[in-house]
């Protein structure tokens, strides 16, 4: 399995090589008002606007402190949320304090998140991988938004039918 691994909060965590289209230094968003906290914001990629959330406050509370070494990790999220906006892409981006190794790992060191009292004790976590030093938990990115899609749908639309109608269809740049 081939992993995108970024840190967060103190832990390794990873995406599916798969489901990541980009990785970007983190960059200056165009803030939505009353939008929860862990959603920090859009940006523009090629046209088309990505929310963007701090997966640390999303997760824990708290919110990434940003610096150099901050990113984002632009993925897929169509499954999550796209459905519901109509198109055929739907991308999110993860704020994230630092960018880890990219790992290819055989299925041995890949385990199943573990359950306490029959039930998986984190249900976004889809596995943990054991790698040098340490664990590294992929992400079900479905699952972990899945509690946040309809907000991440009102931000994306409600921001482009607004910019539509104030700027009669042109392609109008929320943030650079």
């Known amino acids: 399995m081939r992993l995108v691994t970024f840190e967060s909060g103190g832990h390794l965590f990873a995406l599916p090589a798969s489901e ?32 963007v959330v701090d997966l640390q ?18 993925a897929d999220a169509h499954h999550a949320i796209g459905e519901g906006t109509g198109r055929r892409e739907t991308h999110v981006a993860l704020l994230v304090p630092r960018l880890g190794p990219a790992l290819l790992l055989d299925e041995e060191r890949i385990d199943p998140p573990p359950e306490i009292g029959g039930v998986v004790s984190a249900p976004y976590i889809a596995d943990v991988a054991r790698v ?38 042109t392609d109008c740049r929320v943030a650079a």
Do not use: K, N, Q, Y
Not at 21 to 42: E, H, K, N, Q, Y
């Open 20 to 51: 990541v289209r980009s990785v970007i230094p983190a960059a200056p968003t165009a803030g939505i008002p009353g939008m929860p906290m862990f959603l920090v914001g859009l940006i523009t990629i090629r046209g088309v606007l990505v929310p």
């Open 57 to 74: 406050r999303l997760l824990d509370g708290e919110a990434t402190e940003v610096t150099s070494a901050s990113c984002m990790v632009v």
């Open 132 to 169: 040098d030093g340490g664990l590294c938990f992929v992400l079900d990115l479905p699952v972990l938004l899945a509690g946040h899609c309809g907000v991440l749908e009102r931000c994306v639309l409600g921001v482009e039918s607004v910019e539509e109608d104030r700027h009669g269809g």
